[in-house]
């Protein structure tokens, strides 16, 4: 079948080869699909467009993603320019925008605010309609931790920050949609390639915060430099329930609520019913450890060896394994790394590392432990907060010891001179060398002595 190409803009210009900025969204969201006539407004992977049933309409405003798109999916009609192109109205049972409306701008066209450019994919929405809208939170966790960066090519439209149409917060960006909202999922680590879509509802279940907790230490893991550690402080933000305020972007879906899931990870729709409750092992040993409580993490150590070996403890909750298990020294090397780069007050006696401080762990249990590699990377060797401060503690335990140096090489000083004085009396009272010749004088001295006392007497006159 011949695709439909309609229209032609912006001709040297790629949103799908990443060069001009962070490429396609990226991921599954197969739950969030329906069939009959949809709607891809924006750049959008070529493994999303593949999963969605029925006829398929995609908007992109480069030319050569449009020939691109033409080409891979030839049953698809393919709108290249701007919003305008969308000249139907009502006419789509569901419209997918997971990058925003961002993007939907071209410079041929007129530059439509945030506003704006939403009112016109409503507009080709019908009334039963299925809307999955992406939005990039300006004050997400992923902002608050990055570096700064060079501006992309991409960035040539007026900031969302002056865009006064584009609702700050996320109970603003639900009222401004203009429907109702039938879930709202927290996106994680960031909206062009998220690993976990966690609703609103499930991030406010205190009794799953373990689970949450668990994912987002996957999700949330840097793999670039960063300010500090983005998982201490996802887990920071589940503690005090801002999770979903300070997540990277949120996706909306309006429209029927049947079939969405209460979280996707990794792909796989999840049933909040489900999961396990209670907290991570990791969060448990932490506690006991910060409190001194021994005979506690002795408790838990031994419980983990026994029921879930080798699982990494911030994967454990209520000893239920979320992620494959494998050699149980490293998963105590990964916890010692966690205790060690995060500056936490632990009970142990100063360990010289990593390893030595996993060994110890394991000496709590009575077992010995032998590593195949070298210890891993912890947040400190990517997060430049977590750096600074094991720079400044380096620092401290330098100094320490640098004075415990100068003590020390001072009474051994005072005491090499004690030693010499004492050698030097021996060595007088044992006639041994130098004393020797010292003793035959004194001697000498004594004989004349006697020997001027025995005349002195003989020529004494009677």
Request: with cysteine; hydrophobic share 45%.
């Amino acid at each position: 079948m011949t695709p439909r190409l309609i229209g032609g803009e912006m001709l040297v210009w790629s949103d799908l080869d990443g060069t001009h900025g962070p490429g396609p969204v990226r991921g599954s969201f197969a739950p969030f699909l329906r069939s009959g006539r949809t709607l891809i407004a924006g750049p959008h992977d070529t493994s999303i467009i593949d999963a969605v049933p029925g006829d398929v309409t995609i908007l992109v405003r480069g030319i050569s993603d449009a020939e691109t798109l033409a080409a891979r999916h030839p049953g698809a009609t393919i709108l290249c320019g701007a919003l305008e192109k969308l000249s139907e109205p009502a006419a789509f049972d569901t419209v997918i925008a997971l990058d925003g409306v961002g993007r939907l701008n071209s410079v041929e066209g007129a530059e439509l605010s945030w506003a704006e450019a939403l009112n016109v994919l409503l507009a080709t929405l019908r009334p039963d309609g299925r809307l999955v809208l992406g939005f990039d939170n300006q004050l997400g966790l992923h902002r608050l931790t990055a570096l700064p960066g060079e501006p992309s090519d991409a960035e040539w439209l007026v900031s969302d920050a002056h865009d006064r149409s584009r609702p700050a917060g996320l109970a603003r960006v639900s009222a401004a949609l203009g429907r109702p909202v039938a879930r709202t999922y927290a996106v994680f680590p960031g909206p062009i390639a998220p690993t976990a879509l966690l609703s609103t509802e499930l991030l406010a279940d205190e009794s799953r915060t373990g689970y949450v907790d668990a994912v987002l230490s996957r999700a949330m893991a840097p793999a670039a430099p960063v300010l500090s550690d983005p998982v201490r402080l996802a887990h920071e933000a589940v503690r005090h329930g801002a999770a979903a305020e300070l997540a990277p972007a949120w996706i909306f879906v309006t429209g029927p609520a049947g079939g969405l899931p209460d979280a996707l990870v990794d792909g796989e729709p999840v049933d909040r019913s489900e999961l396990p409750g209670g907290r991570t092992l990791e969060d448990l040993l932490l506690e006991a450890a910060l409190k001194r409580d021994l005979p506690a993490v002795r408790e838990l150590l031994g419980q983990w060896r026994d029921r879930a070996a080798g699982v990494p403890a911030d994967q454990l909750v209520d000893f239920a394994p979320l992620a494959e298990a494998g050699e149980h020294a490293a998963a105590l090397r990964a916890f010692a790394a966690t205790v060690l780069d995060g500056g936490y007050a632990h009970p142990w006696p100063s360990p010289a590392g990593v390893d030595d401080l996993a060994r110890m762990l394991a000496a709590m249990t009575g077992d010995t432990i032998e590593f195949s590699g070298p210890a891993p990377a912890g947040p400190s060797a990517t997060a430049f907060r977590e750096l600074t401060a094991e720079r400044d503690r380096l620092a401290t335990e330098l100094a320490e010891a640098h004075a415990k140096f100068e003590y020390y090489e001072q009474r051994l000083t005072a005491r090499e001179n004690s030693l010499n004085r004492a050698l030097r009396i021996i060595d007088l009272l044992s006639a041994k060398g130098p004393a020797r010749a010292g003793r035959a004088l004194m001697g000498g001295a004594r004989a004349a002595r006697r020997t001027v006392r025995t005349i002195t007497r003989t020529i004494r006159p009677r």
